[in-house]
T-cell receptor, first 110, second 116 residues
């Protein structure tokens, strides 16, 4: 699985958009980009994933660059409950293993 | 819809005792995963099953750990004998098997294990 690089921590004001970057310069053509988050004392929560195209769901948007070497998770209107560690993971199709790195600790403040 | 259900939520026991963690995957999911999370090592995959068959157990730390999946709706992770260094949060996750567009894994709330 390709390695990912994320900032250690980020801050965001409540109500503003949170943009979390991820570099995955060694990603291969059949690897998906997944985003999970972990709120303190809870299990990791699936947010969104994509292969080439940008994706949007009720939680977030995922923007993948054309060369697929980086991506950005966007929380359009961050709330205090979005404070968590966010993990960017790349994974082969048909290969079930998820390898979690250290993630980005997002702090949303009033 | 019920998510992944793990029990117990907390377990405190003495070194040397047998510990059994339980997991009920989401109905219809046929892949199941056991992870362990510690401050030092982060979140690590221990073992995963596909259609009740263990596929990759390379993350299981040693012979004291064993996992079973007797049917599609139940799995156990057993530690015997337990040691203080086994203290961690253990997560179970499940997903659909076939990678149609990349199936995400869904996690339970974990079992917080403390070995004294």
């Amino acid at each position: 699985d390709a390695k990912t690089t994320q900032p250690t921590s980020m801050d965001c004001a409540e109500g503003r958009a949170a943009n979390l970057p991820c570099n995955h310069s060694t990603i291969s053509g059949n690897e998906y980009v997944y985003w999970y988050r972990q709120i303190h004392s809870q299990g990791p929560q699936y947010i969104i994933h994509g292969l080439k195209n940008n994706e949007t769901n009720e939680m977030a948007s995922l923007i993948i660059t054309e060369d697929r070497k980086s991506s950005t998770l966007i929380l359009p209107h961050a709330t205090l409950r979005d404070t968590a560690v966010y993990y960017c993971i790349v994974r082969f199709t048909g290969f079930q293993k998820l390898v979690f790195g250290t993630g980005t600790r997002l702090l949303v403040s009033p | 819809d019920a998510g992944v259900i793990q029990s117990p939520r907390h377990e405190v026991t003495e070194m040397g005792q047998e510990v059994t963690l339980r997991c009920k995957p989401i109905s219809g999911h046929n892949s199941l995963f056991w992870y362990r999370q510690t401050m030092m090592r982060g979140l690590e995959l221990l073992i995963y099953f596909n259609n009740n068959v263990p596929i990759d157990d390379s993350g299981m730390p040693e012979d004291r750990f064993s996992a079973k999946m007797p049917n599609a709706s139940f799995s156990t992770l057993k530690i015997q004998p337990s040691e203080p260094r086994d203290s961690a949060v253990y997560f179970c996750a499940s997903s659909l098997d076939v990678d149609r567009g990349g199936q995400p894994q869904h996690f339970g709330d974990g079992t917080r294990l403390s070995i004294l």
